[in-house]
């Protein structure tokens, strides 16, 4: 399934009106407790593979209840290969396989390496198609309210009832007990583990040139060095980072930032550690690069300065241009395919 604007505008939507349903809390807080202890291994498959670290997190509650004896791609045991859908994976290796090998196997094969860069709304695309788009064509649809996926939205005032309780064979009465995808990553938010929510200042808008914040943060994602400081102020380190820039694209150089130039770093290929909400202004004036604000208070700014320094430090690019397609579903211990 394509991800169209209007299904981009859905997600965020809910997103933002996402409320957590009381009767999941428990399992919510179990969840984000066992992430939370897990989030260096996670952060070991993302170091490889460039998806961002919570994303085989939920996946991996989802999936196999977050049992490091089982693989990411359904939940079966790591002493085989997988025996439901996908089924043989992974084909290379000799079982038993680590845990991480068979999460790294997992995002390839559904095309998670494919990504540039991990906005909301791909976020829970990739997700959605990575359980099976059986909620919006297939039987799934007549959840309660309709085409909501409890692997996406379980948990949540977005659902009530309605899933799939075995391979390919829907109930619209049964009701998930599993606090979902966008729940678990809405705990991982609140504890400031993570940050996904869109600025309320300002939205990354392809057709509208933004504020110079957005645009050293651009510049930023698409790998240029030193790291610009967000400052929101076009001093002389912007304007000849602009100025490479549209040398490097074959712009006309200027300095300046005109819609084609906006446009050309809003699509460029950014770095796996980016994100696409633009982070708080820095206070610190002359920082070395890849240097945080100590007094910014900022969990997003320090993941950002901080991953993306180690990452020029060690020259790694993802270079897999494996077109991420729509995934097929996959098997979970406790969330069952969602296909029909």
């Not at 914040?213 to 380190?237: K, M, R, V």
């Not at 430090?313 to 098997?331: E, F, G, P, R």
Request: hydrophobic share 35%.
């Amino acid at each position: 399934m394509e991800l169209t604007k209007k299904l981009s505008d859905e997600y965020l939507s809910l997103w933002d009106t996402c409320v957590i349903n009381p009767s999941y809390d428990s399992d919510l807080q179990l969840s984000a407790d066992i992430i939370e202890e897990n989030q260096a291994i996670y952060q070991l498959v993302a170091d490889k593979t460039g998806v961002p670290w919570y994303v085989s997190a939920v996946m991996h509650g989802m999936e196999a209840s977050f049992d490091f004896d089982g693989h990411l791609h359904n939940g079966d045991p790591l002493t085989a290969r997988t025996t439901h859908v996908p089924a043989g994976r992974p084909e290379q290796g000799t079982p038993p396989f680590s845990w991480e090998d068979s999460a790294i196997d997992a995002l390839e094969y559904d095309g998670a390496l494919g990504v540039k860069f991990w906005n909301l709304p791909t976020l829970f695309w990739f997700l959605e198609g990575f359980n099976g788009w059986g909620y919006r064509v297939g039987k799934g649809r007549d959840t309660t309210p309709p085409f909501r996926s409890a692997y996406i939205y379980s948990g949540t005032n977005h659902y009530e009832k309605g899933k799939y309780t075995d391979d390919g064979k829907f109930d619209p009465n049964a009701v998930s007990a599993q606090a979902g995808c966008m729940a678990q990553l809405k705990e991982l938010e609140r504890r400031n583990l993570i940050s996904l929510s869109p600025s309320h200042d300002e939205k990354l808008n392809e057709n509208s040139v933004g504020s110079v914040a957005s645009w050293q943060h651009i510049l930023n994602g698409c790998g240029y060095f030193p790291i610009l400081e967000i400052t929101g102020n076009i001093d002389a380190a912007t304007v000849e980072m602009t100025k490479k820039f549209q040398t490097d694209l074959s712009l006309p150089i200027s300095g300046t930032v005109d819609l084609a130039t906006w446009q050309a770093g809003f699509n460029h290929r950014k770095l796996p550690s980016w994100s696409n909400t633009v982070p708080p202004l820095s206070k610190l004036k002359n920082s070395l690069p890849g240097t945080p604000p100590p007094d910014s208070g900022s969990t997003l700014l320090l993941g950002i300065t901080t991953k993306l320094h180690s990452f020029y430090s060690q020259a790694i690019w993802c270079n897999n241009s494996k077109a991420i397609h729509s995934v097929c579903a996959s098997t979970a211990r406790r969330d069952h395919s969602a296909s029909d």
